[in-house]
């Protein structure tokens, strides 16, 4: 009778190995040797086979036992090791291979463990938004890569037949890229994050759909800046307008507005328009605009205009 191979020996790990380590062995051993990755290849199928057999009786605290009492002839002749085996193949990290067993001949298949469900993964997105569509608001049409069931194989990763799907490749989903409408609320701010509920990922094995989170990032405005709810612009103003007071044009987001300003306005003054800031939101009052005077000198005078000012100076020697 031939010899047979240590159980041990063939995971590689010695005899008082943890369950820690037995999973860690037998999931590295099971990747390269998979079927799946392996298509076609007899002996990669065979080295699957013994590997899971040895980790199927190691794995297992009654079988583990017996086996260290007795080795292989401590099983009955005609032994099968995946009878009665419940290999989680989620747990080792190698996704949906439960249906493997069918590889195993004899009563394997109804010991398999079947896929559990699980929910799908949450995915982040990021998208640029105009500084005025972040404050007023907007409603964008967004690409989200994820991945769906297999219309393939219905998700399971193995068709009918038994054969792995070559569409996912075993996996159970395929990669889409789906275009979603999403409402971008007034007032959002830079990396602030929009919930889009149920377009993560899809779940196997009937399991729920993930989410996916869009993250903002505001483009800069040449003219605007954010403070919190409020905006804040400056306005350039001569120095005479300064002096005397008067009538100022102010940009806001939504076309120009008028203020007046008092006489003797001096650079970095504050005035405020009401509620022409961030639009008004839930928990939120509507922001304010803030014009902050910046003080214009004149260039290229003419020579009379040099000596009105120079007449200024001198009547005014402390302007």
Known sequence: MPSRKDYYEILGVNR?????ELKAAYRKLARKHHPDVNPGDKSAEEKFKEISGAFAV???PEKRAKYDRGGHDAFEPGFDPFQGAT???????????SDIFELFGGGARRHAVPRRAARGEDLQL?????FGEAIHGTTVDVAVPRAVA??????????????PCRTCRGGGRVSVNDRVKVRIPAGVDDSERVRLPGKGNEGLAGGPAGDAYVQIRVEPHP???????????????????ATLGGDVDVPTLDG???????????GGQRFRLKGRGV????????GHLYAVVQIVTPRDLDARSVELLEEFARLNPNA
């Open 256 to 266: 120009r507005a008028t203020i007046k300003i008092p006489a003797g306005t001096r």
């Open 223 to 241: 003219m605007f800046r954010r403070d919190g709810d409020d905006l804040v612009c400056e306005v350039p103003v001569g120095i005479v307008k």
């Open 87 to 97: 290999i989680d193949f989620q747990d080792l990290g190698l996704g949906n291979l």
């Open 16 to 20: 008082s190995a943890t369950e820690k």
């Open 279 to 286: 639009a008004a939101r839930s928990g939120h009052a509507a």
């Open 58 to 60: 190691l794995s297992d």
């Open 150 to 163: 297999c219309t393939d194989c219905g998700g399971r990763g193995r068709l009918a037949n038994g054969t």
């Open 126 to 130: 990021e998208l640029r938004l105009p």
